[in-house]
């Protein structure tokens, strides 16, 4: 299978590879996937309180190349984005961005999951209304 | 320049030995005859080269030349043994024993059986791969007419008890065949000599061209038939219709003539390189796995899981150079991992993290030695990007996260 050359760059070069303090109040934390299903991805936002702006997102995933391409784009997508902004994000996008094979849309779907489970994560932490929405697959 | 691909993955396929693609050469026009063409040089020409290939698949397994039968792959012969079997001797009875690890041209094989109204007894393997030989007695029926296990495994290399399993055959009167794929031409191979009857094999996986395969069918004591598969002209004795792949044959027969010769060597170099190659990686990777028997092992093949490392993406840092296979399906619709390392007792986690290497003739030292190094890079690299390799690091019981299905 060949893969374009924005996945390849996003799986040699991933962006924004690490780890949030999760115990900080303005950090959410999305763990989304399953071992056993081959894919995991950890995806962490920093929301500043005034602006609910987020101003930084980090993201650790175990999976194939284009789970890590998924969840690279992902993070660098977040960033300077609002809450609101972030939670419009579509997996289509993504695999619109990253020429995904159709065998490889579910990495898109979980970076979608990995992104909503972030801001539910933030949201709860801050007692605010949640309006991240997982839908079942 | 750009670097030569490392070829590992033999146990896909093996690259054409050159001495092989220069006897098959002067078959395509030169002597361009049919083996059933009886009334003309080119006919006769071409139904000795056939002879002599059989000759020497047979003098490679040490049976007579009458009991060999070509096909088109392994496919073909295991479908054949099979359903050839299943329907000649369906008055004696309709139940098939087999393993759990066989290769899909087996399983799938045998699911067709069921279809058409027979039964099917899949048995399990142990942590080691191997089959139990008291489950495998006591799954024998009066309605039992063939066991099916493979020489040896794809995905680890492991080599079942052959000469036990043949023993229980005879001891109950029951047809015995087996998926020989990956042992001929690799390890001695001798049918006779360990109760076999029927025996699937292809020239693809020995240095010898695709496209062409062979049966071994027993001629005496028992005298085994097959219900042919394929009709036509009767070829094969019947067993199998359709021209014979003439160029492919005679490939396929040299490709069995180096192997009687080289294979002992071959076998003891490509030991030393994996065993290099096993201990590189797990020298310098904590958390890697060996799958399946070690000491019950085809010389030139092991299979690792590196853990908390997803084996395709763990791929796809050196598949530029280094060409091999993963347990993982990521690429498959139903996201399930391999169904022969799950056999084993490995979680699906650890399925999903393996790695095959499988070595070959023209494997050097030097792609060894360029393979630890990569491989090993790409693990750490990988595990650096792996959320439950720090997990793990940081002691968190990751089994017990209730982790979202998806």
Same mark, same amino acid.
């Given at each position: 299978m060949a893969y374009s050359e924005k996945l390849l760059d996003h799986f040699k070069n991933p962006r924004n590879v690490g780890t949030l303090d999760k115990e900080n109040a303005g950090v959410g934390t999305g763990l989304?996937?399953?071992p056993e299903c081959g894919d995991v991805m950890r995806l962490q936002i920093q929301v500043d309180p005034d602006t609910q702006k987020i101003t930084d997102a980090k993201f650790k995933t175990f999976g194939c190349g284009s789970a890590i391409a998924s969840s690279s784009l992902a993070t660098e997508w977040l960033k300077g984005k609002s809450v609101d902004e972030a939670l419009a994000i579509d997996n289509m996008a993504i695999v619109e961005e990253l020429a995904l094979p159709p065998v490889k849309i579910h990495c898109s779907v979980l970076a979608e999951d990995a992104i909503k489970s972030a801001i539910k994560d933030y949201q709860e932490k801050n007692g605010m209304e949640v309006t991240a929405v997982l839908e079942p697959h | 320049m750009s670097q030569r691909l490392i070829y590992l993955d033999n146990n896909a396929t093996t690259p054409t030995d050159p001495r092989v693609v220069e006897t098959m050469i002067p078959y395509f026009y030169e002597n361009p005859g049919n083996a059933a063409s009886r009334n003309h040089p080119a006919g006769w020409v071409a139904e000795g080269a056939v002879d002599t290939a059989r000759e020497q698949l047979a003098d490679l397994i040490n049976v007579d030349p009458r009991e060999i039968i070509f096909t088109s792959g392994a496919t073909e012969s295991d479908n054949l043994a099979i359903k050839g079997v299943f329907e000649m001797y369906a008055r004696k009875g309709n139940h098939i024993i087999t393993a759990t690890t066989e290769h899909k041209a087996v399983l799938d094989a045998c699911k067709k059986v069921e279809k058409m109204g027979g039964e099917v007894t899949y $048995? @399990?393997?142990? %942590? #080691?791969? $191997? !089959?139990?030989? @008291? /489950? $495998? #007695? /006591? /799954?024998? =029926?009066?309605k =039992? !007419?063939?066991v099916s296990i493979m020489w040896a495994n794809n995905e680890t290399g492991v080599i079942q008890p052959m000469k036990k399993i043949g023993e229980i055959c005879a001891k109950h009167g029951v047809l015995f065949m087996s998926d020989a794929t990956q042992a001929v031409g690799k390890i001695p191979v001798d049918p006779k000599e360990v109760g076999v009857h029927l025996m699937a094999w292809t020239s693809h996986k020995m240095y010898g061209p695709k496209g062409v395969g062979a049966l071994f069918v027993n001629r005496k004591n028992p005298r085994v038939k097959v219900t042919s598969q394929m009709d036509g002209g009767g070829h094969e004795r019947g067993m199998r %219709?359709? =021209? $014979? +792949?003439?160029?492919?044959i005679v490939g396929f027969g040299k490709a069995a003539a180096i192997a009687k010769e080289e294979m002992h060597e071959d076998a003891a170099r490509l030991a030393k390189l994996r065993d290099k190659l096993q201990k590189g990686l797990m020298d310098v990777l904590e958390e890697s796995y060996v799958n399946g028997s070690q000491e019950h092992r085809m010389p030139h093949v092991t +299979? !690792? %899981?590196?853990?908390h490392v997803e084996g395709e993406g763990l791929m796809m840092t050196f598949n530029q150079n280094i060409a091999l296979s993963s347990g993982s399906a990521c690429t498959s619709a139903s996201l399930e991992p391999s169904y022969v390392l799950v056999a084993l007792g490995l979680g699906d986690d650890l399925a999903h993290s393996s790695l095959r290497f499988s070595l070959g003739r023209f494997t050097t030292e030097e792609d060894i030695d360029a393979t630890i190094k990569q491989v090993a890079d790409g693990v750490n690299h990988m595990r650096e990007l792996s959320p439950i390799w720090e997990m793990y690091k #940081?002691?968190?019981? !990751?089994d017990a996260i209730e982790w979202s299905e998806h």
């Open positions: 989304v996937g399953a | $048995l @399990e393997v142990d %942590s #080691e791969g $191997l !089959i139990s030989l @008291e /489950a $495998l #007695e /006591a /799954a024998i =029926t009066d =039992t !007419i063939l %219709s359709g =021209t $014979l +792949n003439v160029p492919g +299979n !690792i %899981s590196f853990k #940081e002691g968190v019981d !990751i």
